[in-house]
């Protein structure tokens, strides 16, 4: 088989590749092309949604050597994967991301010995500041990637889509946030949440701040520099301020090239900046709106000072779990903070992870880097937001196979909330392009699932009498559903009764399947 530079084979990484063939009908081929346009199943509790399509595609991503994430809502769905990948020959290639004592527990069957349990760190600010490539280590963007995280934080925490209702408080944490974390560029020091809320914390008040530091910087005597260690010591914020002048003077002495690689000039005056902020204008500010400011930035990032996300979502991040993994060399990475057991924490942990993986497959090279990538969501409910509409959009040409799986779209409606909940949940399944409905008893997904498939032109019949008062029928057309919303109902689930067999009607956009039919009814077989 021929193969690119990078030594990935050419044929299966084509769109045009044949991945699976749904039925024995030739409509059914289900190509890489289709893949990438995104996959939909809905099915009832109980309908073999997970163990019947789903088990099928995942199987077909590993064999195909896909790299991926795989997001958890059920206890035992990182399991799931994990007999995947020894079913496929992929163990290799697995890395589990959750807490380490608690997966050696799950995980302590004999069949699984061979395991790497580590506890992983990633970082999304540390991460985004470090990445390689064009745009990184921009303060614009880690400011924003932190408000998108307080507002995904918000939205699992029931309170709504926005982080304030007053947008002058939004704007003056914005700036506060972003001289914080140009303190901590310039002076070296990590640009995680907890080191954005000590500077923030330790800024140092009082008349005339600004005038003390500049008395003891630079320093000419051993009794400034007495002062200056001691007042260091009590505040982070000078602690910075100190090694940050002192980075600038260095660099200073260098010669250009050096100076250009550190971006001498952009440093300064972001310096400048944050210097005027935390020793002029932020101790100047009236003491109700200087707390306003900092308690709304601590009931934000008050999620990262402690439990979970502070464990595992604080620090330097641990390259198993980049982004980039799961394209580089085909990771399936599974983040093991399953729904049922962290609840929102761990709802939040995973939106979050899946945010920035987005977003390092949306700016990945294709060409260097061919093989596909796919993203996994068995009750997606949990982690539908905005981020996933705008993603869809632009997956094809990232080559990201989206798989979301849950039980109805009344799920959806309530997920995403708000007044256009509709509009934004039509516009995120109108981009996945193909469908799956398996068994299901919900009125609403069953007539949107109808509507899905569409409606043709049937024969029709109609009695009455004629003017002659004798029976009479007429014979026309109607309108009528492909498929009716109580077939749904009707569709096989699996286990023993039905010997493994699941059924579902299946969609898939630009497909016909004979005489402007647009679906088929296939079949998939469990593994009891």
């Known amino acids: 088989m021929e193969m690119n530079q990078n030594g990935f084979p050419r044929e299966e990484n084509e769109l045009s590749y044949p991945l699976l063939k749904f039925s024995d009908h030739e409509a059914s081929i289900w190509r890489l092309s289709d893949a990438v346009r995104g996959v939909q199943i809905f099915g009832g509790i109980g309908s073999g949604k997970s163990s019947g399509s789903g088990r099928t595609i995942a199987l077909k991503f590993l064999q195909a050597g896909y790299g991926g994430i795989v997001l958890t809502g059920k206890v035992d769905e990182a399991k799931v994967w994990v007999d995947y990948a020894i079913e496929t020959g992929r163990l290799d290639r697995l890395v589990l991301f959750g807490e380490k004592e608690a997966m050696k527990e799950k995980f302590s069957d004999r069949k699984y010995r061979g395991l790497d349990f580590e506890n992983y760190i990633f970082d999304p600010l540390e991460y985004e500041s470090t990445r390689e490539g064009h745009g990184a280590n921009q303060t614009l963007n880690i400011v924003a990637m932190f408000m998108s995280i307080v507002k995904m934080g918000n939205r699992v925490g029931g309170s709504g889509a926005g982080s304030s209702k007053e947008p002058f408080w939004d704007m003056a944490m914005e700036r506060c946030i972003t001289a914080a974390v140009d303190l901590l560029d310039v002076s070296g020091q990590p640009k995680t949440v907890p080191n954005i809320a000590k500077v923030i914390q330790e800024a140092p008040l009082g008349a005339d701040v600004y005038g003390r530091f500049q008395k003891l910087y630079p320093v000419t005597s051993i009794d400034q520099q007495e002062d200056l260690q001691k007042w260091a010591a009590e505040s982070y914020t000078v602690f910075c301020l100190t090694w940050a002048l002192s980075n600038i003077e260095e660099h200073e002495k260098k010669p250009e090239p050096e100076q250009q690689a550190w971006k001498l000039q952009g440093r300064k005056r972001a310096f400048e900046v944050a210097r005027s902020y935390f020793l002029s204008e932020f101790p100047r500010l009236p003491d109700r709106t200087r707390s306003s400011i900092t308690e709304m930035f601590y009931a934000f990032a008050n999620p990262f000072r402690s439990g979970l996300l502070a464990d595992f979502f604080t620090g330097e991040t641990s390259y198993q779990v980049k982004p980039e993994q799961t394209y580089t060399h085909q990771k399936i990475i599974i983040l093991d903070f399953s729904v049922k057991e962290y609840l929102q924490a761990g709802v939040y942990a995973q939106s979050l992870y899946k945010r920035i993986w987005q977003q390092a497959i949306e700016r990945r090279d294709t060409k260097l880097y061919p093989v596909p990538v796919f993203m996994w969501i068995d009750e997606s409910q949990y982690f539908l937001n905005e981020d996933d509409m705008m993603f869809q959009t632009t997956a094809r040409s990232a080559k990201a196979c989206t798989v979301l799986i849950s039980q109805n779209i009344s799920n959806y ?90 059924t579902a009607y299946l969609t898939i956009a630009d497909r016909d399947w004979g005489k402007g039919t647009t679906f088929a009814k296939v079949k998939f077989q469990q593994d009891l």
């Open 413 to 502: 409606y309530a997920t995403i909330g708000g007044e256009y909940r509709k509009e934004r949940v039509d516009s995120l399944l109108g981009n996945l392009a193909t469908k799956i409905f398996h068994n299901n008893n919900d009125h609403v997904t069953n007539e949107w699932a109808a509507d899905t498939i569409g409606q043709e032109y049937a024969m029709s019949i109609s009695y009455g009498t004629n003017e002659d008062d004798k029976a009479d029928s007429r014979f026309g057309e109607e309108l009528r559903h492909q498929v009716l919303p109580k077939d749904f109902i009707l569709l096989k689930t699996g286990g023993e009764k039905n010997e493994g067999l699941v």
